[in-house]
């Protein structure tokens, strides 16, 4: 039987890194997983939640933990949190377990995409697009540094883009 590949999508909040995600594996017909919602399950807290009581670096702690776990398995699509690639220890993970897609969007678009979500601790602010702008400045360079291919998906179907992914990768 030929070995399973898996998939590890990346980029910022917005990209629809989850629903993307779910369109491929259905495509692959591979197992899917999202790391937040993962976190999630594990803890039995939302993202907020874990936020507010651990502050980002013991959520990053839990976000690893997951990654790690998630990557260890063979077949799946994985759908990582936007901060996720700030640890080198799980760019390195990553890169080493599986095929990374940088899904690469707009300000514009993220802003559009999240401006009515109130699970995103990060922009619970009074200026999240520039909180995105920030978050984009530090983290983009590490999604290229990680990613075999870049996708873009802005102004494109989910399910065009995981077709996209699919060809590029050829699947």
């Given at each position: 039987?030929?070995?399973?590949?898996?998939?590890?999508?990346?980029?910022?909040?917005?990209?629809?890194?989850?629903?993307?995600?779910?369109?491929?594996?259905?495509?692959?017909?591979?197992?899917?997983?999202?790391?937040?919602?993962?976190?999630?399950?594990?803890t039995g807290a939302d993202?907020?939640?874990?936020?507010?009581?651990?502050?980002?670096?013991?959520?990053?702690?839990?976000?690893?933990?997951?990654?790690?776990?998630?990557?260890?398995?063979?077949?799946?699509?994985?759908?990582?949190?936007?901060?996720?690639i700030v640890t080198k220890?799980?760019?390195?993970?990553?890169?080493?377990?599986?095929?990374?897609?940088?899904?690469?969007?707009?300000?514009?678009?993220?802003?559009?995409?999240?401006?009515?979500?109130?699970?995103?601790?990060?922009l619970q602010n009074e200026?999240?697009?520039?909180?995105?702008?920030?978050?984009?400045?530090?983290?983009?360079?590490?999604?290229?540094?990680?990613?075999?291919?870049?996708?873009?998906?802005?102004?494109?179907?989910?399910?065009?883009?995981?077709?996209?992914?699919?060809?590029?990768?050829?699947?």
């Amino acid at each position: 039987m030929a070995e399973k590949r898996n998939i590890f999508l990346v980029g910022p909040m917005g990209a629809g890194k989850s629903t993307i995600g779910r369109h491929l594996a259905d495509e692959l017909h591979l197992d899917f997983f999202d790391s937040d919602q993962e976190i999630e399950r594990r803890t039995g807290a939302d993202i907020a939640w874990i936020f507010d009581l651990e502050g980002e670096d013991g959520f990053r702690a839990r976000e690893e933990n997951v990654i790690n776990d998630l990557t260890d398995k063979q077949g799946i699509v994985l759908a990582t949190g936007g901060g996720s690639i700030v640890t080198k220890a799980v760019r390195n993970r990553l890169s080493a377990r599986g095929i990374v897609v940088y899904l690469q969007t707009t300000i514009d678009k993220q802003v559009a995409r999240t401006q009515r979500d109130k699970r995103r601790p990060l922009l619970q602010n009074e200026d999240p697009e520039q909180v995105l702008r920030d978050l984009a400045e530090m983290r983009n360079p590490l999604y290229e540094e990680v990613a075999d291919y870049i996708v873009d998906t802005d102004d494109q179907s989910a399910r065009a883009v995981a077709n996209q992914i699919i060809s590029k990768i050829g699947l």
